[in-house]
């Protein structure tokens, strides 16, 4: 089990690191050759960075669109937020003195995750718009995440895990040196879900994350008439044309 | 048009979102363009042998090429916040309608041909798992239908939580359908008029400039005064470039009557141009850049042949895209224009100026009787501005409005501003064959519209657009208004606006 999960950790962080390296390599390289803010938009370009970051921190266009969908993908998203931070103590010794702050309120993070995802698939069931638009793999990636909040609450609440050996196993793999993995079932499904998580992510609509920052209707300033904004590929075919 | 079901008209704030319909405009496409429409543009004159093959290889160029495309492909959650805010969905029913419904059309042909796992699965007939389709025939024509339902007026993207544009996607698919023969005669048989003779409807310069004269004689007649309609004037200050629509078809011709005015009272030189008789620039709505600055040039071309200090445009929503976020990008830079002023401005900037700085003198009995709302067009709205703050463009319009009438009244706030409705014939899809749909689009707007006539005894609707307005002229009497309710801004302006004794 130990050899097992060392390799699987080993090829699905590569794949993770790879993967979405590559795809925001691609955003980043593919121009946009014409200004397309979504207005009203800001007009300078640090407006724009911010208008940005609202969305990220805050989902300001969801808000307008949809209350209800906003409470739950909020909930979701900060429990995740809280999750992940709380689950850096299993790879830094000493622990960040912020994610020991955290760690009481994990749990909590924990709940609202599996909360918002729960409430995120029964709409996705019951109401008839979204049913329509959803795909198997829109229900997959819910469930996923869903059963990775349970086995790992499952670990917390109810058959508890030898965390500490856990531990020397990430630990160790950060260091090239294997340490013993707990035979732990639950633990065991924890680990395999979540790697099938990071082994997805480069091809899946998990890519949402990075992709936000160069939506160009959100991260554009307002501002065609004072500076002329040209792609290369456009600059090109000009001088073809003149 | 009498078998045509439209929606119930509710309250504008407590809108129902209608039950899905499948398939209820599976039926509804425009005209497939002939040979004679796609070959002066540069497509092939019909679809070719090799559609599928050609038409994959074109979407792999524009995904280099435009950073929304990629971006938007991937990153899509399939949350439905989009879902019931298109005005062709809420008026139809039909779920391919749904802005992201519409966009998996075409989103599940890239993840086929350009995502390793539709690849993979695709490859062993599994590519439903990751929402991955064949390029088939059937496909095609699905694209074709109802990417000519969408009239790119991105109100899906104000409430994407990405940003996510479905008018970049519909113009994209279109791009690609030209690139293969499979072209959409209306705005392809336009495009080639605007290359061949200048503008939209056709019109050569003897007839524009007869034409003029004859809105000279009205103006004469009316005021008793000298206001001009320059042609070709070399030296004149401001190069005034308008939709075709402005020069023939009511209510437009009446707020081109309304810019002679405002160019009179103020004393400002200016011209129309034969070269560039056309503010429009249909090659938006089939998203190919090239065609897009082949038609801005004759603007440039225009501008230095008769050596303007500025470039106005009039009332056109799209063209008005064009024009403040594209046209730097399309032809210029614009160095050749005087830097104390916008290039390009609005019509309305400029008559805003004016109004701000007592150099135009209004009276609102000009426009007695008259209870005036404002449809804020989608390209305007969302997709450009006005002035130099943010929002202006919601602004300024209504500023010049409410100068002109004695009573002005908005319509409910999710139907105005950025998140207003399009009139339903944007994008390219003001075209008879299309009505039944253009009917049915238009329903939320004429909701918000009857809504505020019962409460308010709104008379009139102002639109700044030469597609709304013909949009609506049409389906006005439908929902039981006369077709005169829509007015020009500048209409406007002309009725109230003081003319001789300015001092």
């Given at each position: 089990m130990t050899t097992f999960f060392a390799v699987l950790?080993?090829?699905?962080?590569?794949?993770?690191?790879?993967?979405?390296?590559?795809?925001?390599?691609?955003?980043?390289?593919?121009?946009?050759?014409?200004?397309?803010?979504?207005?009203?938009?800001?007009?300078?370009?640090?407006?724009?960075?911010l208008r940005v970051g609202r969305e990220v921190a805050l989902f300001e266009s969801l808000f307008k669109a949809n209350k209800p969908l906003w409470i739950f993908a909020m909930v979701f998203h900060l429990g995740l937020a809280l999750v992940l931070i709380r689950h850096l103590r299993y790879f830094q010794d000493p622990v960040w003195l912020p994610v020991a702050l955290l760690q009481p309120f994990g749990i909590y993070g924990g709940m609202a995750m599996i909360a918002g995802l729960a409430a995120l698939l029964v709409r996705r069931i019951i109401v008839q718009r979204i049913a329509y638009i959803s795909g198997p793999s829109d229900y997959a990636m819910l469930v996923l995440l869903l059963a990775i909040g349970f086995s790992g609450?499952?670990?917390?609440?109810?058959?508890?895990?030898?965390?500490?050996?856990?531990?020397?196993?990430?630990?160790?793999?950060?260091?090239?040196?294997?340490?013993?993995?707990?035979a732990d079932p639950i633990l065991g499904l924890h680990l395999l879900l979540v790697a099938v998580l990071m082994l997805v992510f480069p091809f899946s609509k998990l890519l949402h994350a990075p992709g936000i920052f160069f939506s160009p209707t959100r991260n554009q300033a307002d501002d065609p008439r004072e500076r002329r904004h040209l792609a290369p590929w456009a600059a090109d075919l000009e001088r073809e044309r003149t | 048009m009498a078998d045509i079901e439209i929606p119930p008209m509710g309250d504008p704030g407590e809108r129902a979102i209608p039950?899905?319909?499948?398939?209820?405009?599976?039926?509804?496409?425009?005209?497939?363009?002939?040979?004679?429409?796609?070959?002066?543009?540069?497509?092939?004159?019909?679809?070719?042998?090799?559609?599928?093959?050609?038409?994959?290889?074109?979407?792999?160029?524009?995904?280099?090429?435009?950073?929304?495309?990629?971006?938007f492909m991937d990153i899509c959650v399939k949350c439905g916040a989009c879902a019931d805010k298109c005005h062709y969905f809420l008026g139809t029913g039909d779920p391919k309608n749904m802005p992201v419904a519409r966009q998996d059309l075409f989103r599940s042909v890239y993840r086929r041909y350009f995502t390793p796992a539709g690849k993979a699965l695709g490859a062993v007939g599994l590519g439903k798992l990751v929402g991955a389709r064949e390029f088939t025939k059937d496909v095609l024509d699905e694209w074709f239908n109802y990417f000519h339902q969408c009239s790119q007026c991105r109100r899906c993207s104000v409430f994407c939580p990405y940003g996510i544009d479905t008018a970049e996607v519909s113009m994209a698919a279109r791009d690609i359908m030209d690139n293969i023969g499979q072209g959409h005669k209306y705005a392809n048989e336009i495009l080639g008029k605007v290359h061949k003779i200048g503008n939209n409807l056709g019109l050569p310069g003897p007839a524009l400039i007869d034409n003029l004269e004859g809105l000279e004689e009205d103006l004469k007649d009316e005021t008793g005064l000298d206001i001009r309609m320059p042609v070709n004037q070399h030296g004149a200050e401001i190069l005034l470039v308008t939709p075709s629509a402005d020069f023939f078809a009511e209510p437009h011709v009446l707020g081109l009557m309304g810019y002679a005015k405002v160019f009179h009272a103020a004393g400002t030189s200016w011209t129309v141009s034969t070269k560039a008789t056309e503010a429009a620039n249909f090659a938006l709505f089939i998203g190919n850049y090239e065609q897009m600055r082949k038609v801005a040039m004759r603007i440039r071309e225009a501008a230095l042949e008769l050596g303007v200090k500025r470039i106005v445009f009039g009332e056109c929503g799209h063209a008005w895209r064009v024009a403040y976020s594209f046209l730097n990008t399309l032809i210029g830079p614009m160095d050749f224009l005087d830097p104390r002023y916008p290039a390009p401005q609005h019509i309305l900037e400029f008559t805003y100026?004016?109004?701000?700085?007592?150099?135009?003198?209004?009276?609102?009995?000009?426009?007695?009787?008259?209870?005036?709302?404002?449809?804020?067009?989608?390209?305007?709205?969302?997709?450009?501005?006005?002035?130099?703050?943010?929002?202006?463009?919601?602004?300024?319009?209504?500023?010049?409005?409410?100068?002109?009438v004695p009573k002005f009244v908005d319509m409910h706030p999710d139907t105005t501003h950025e998140k207003t409705f399009c009139c339903g014939g944007g994008g390219g899809l003001l075209t008879d064959e299309l009505m039944d749909l253009r009917i049915k689009g238009a329903a939320p707007r004429m909701e918000a519209l009857t809504d505020v006539a019962k409460r308010e005894g709104v008379t009139h609707m102002a639109a700044i657009c030469a597609i709304c307005k013909a949009q609506f002229t049409k389906v006005l009497p439908t929902y039981g208004f006369d077709r005169e309710m829509v007015v020009s801004v500048h209409q406007l302006v002309s009725n109230a606006i003081i003319l001789g004794n300015n001092d």
């Open positions: 950790y080993y090829a699905a962080f590569a794949v993770l690191v790879v993967g979405v390296g590559l795809k925001i390599a691609q955003y980043a390289r593919v121009p946009a050759p014409l200004k397309i803010p979504t207005t009203p938009a800001p007009l300078t370009r640090s407006g724009a960075a609450m499952m670990m917390k609440m109810v058959a508890h895990t030898d965390i500490i050996a856990v531990k020397a196993f990430f630990t160790g793999l950060m260091v090239f040196e294997l340490r013993p993995l707990p | 039950c899905l319909k499948p398939g209820a405009m599976a039926t509804s496409k425009p005209y497939v363009a002939a040979a004679a429409h796609n070959e002066p543009l540069g497509f092939p004159g019909a679809l070719v042998p090799d559609w599928q093959e050609k038409g994959i290889a074109r979407m792999g160029e524009l995904l280099g090429k435009y950073k929304s495309l990629q971006v100026d004016l109004i701000k700085r007592g150099g135009i003198k209004l009276d609102k009995s000009g426009n007695d009787g008259m209870v005036l709302t404002f449809h804020d067009s989608c390209n305007v709205a969302r997709a450009s501005r006005m002035g130099d703050f943010e929002g202006g463009q919601f602004v300024i319009p209504r500023e010049v409005i409410k100068a002109c």
